[in-house]
């Protein structure tokens, strides 16, 4: 079987077929994507959804690449007989599909190890993260003793210096009481001397006794 024979039975089967042959080529419906992407428990469905998208932005369009592929056959060969040109449109038709399909399984490609890349980059991104996490919860876990080791320094300081200032208040109530006892004593000693001087000597005797201790004690003095 040459090519034509080729063409002639692609045209009978389309003849053949119950749905009706279009007289033009339209336009692909947009793909699902649930059906092209293997979303994965860990990633994110709309940020792979968005890659897609962007990445089948360079996806060449079916009918332009089709009238594009027609054009050019029928510059190369004329078709003289309406069969010939159904012919080409067929061939423009194959072409069109064969050039679409293997764009769409390069970005394909593409975009598996892109996202590939993306998921591994997550993963070290992850990892890094929760290493750091653990870092900062031993750093936490230091301070946390270190603010516990103050603390409790804090507290004994607190309890000394409440005891230094209960000593220091009862040390300056002694150190009055005893003050005002010693002045006490000190007035009524003045207050004694004082009514002993102003009464005469030879009568009062504790001035005679004070005046013969004082002789002999200066006695005691020369005689040495």
Sequence with gaps: MNFLDFIQQQIQEKQDQTQEVPQQIKEEEPLNLNENLDISANGSSSDEEQMYEEYFKEKPSLKATYDEIYEKLKQNSPPQTELENEQ???IAELQAKLVVQETELLILKKLHFDLKNKQSHQ????EQLQKEKDVMTQMKIGYDKKFQKLDEKRKIIDQNQRIIKKLATSTSNDYLESAIKRVNQQVKINDKVQVLKEQPQKDNPQ????????QQNSFKNNKK
């Excluded at 993963?123 to 992850?126: D, E, H, L, P, S």
Aim: glycine residues 0%; proline residues 0%.
């Design 88 to 90: 080409l449109q067929i």
């Design 123 to 126: 993963a070290n991104k992850i």
């Design 207 to 214: 001035v005679r006794k004070l005046s013969s201790q004082k």
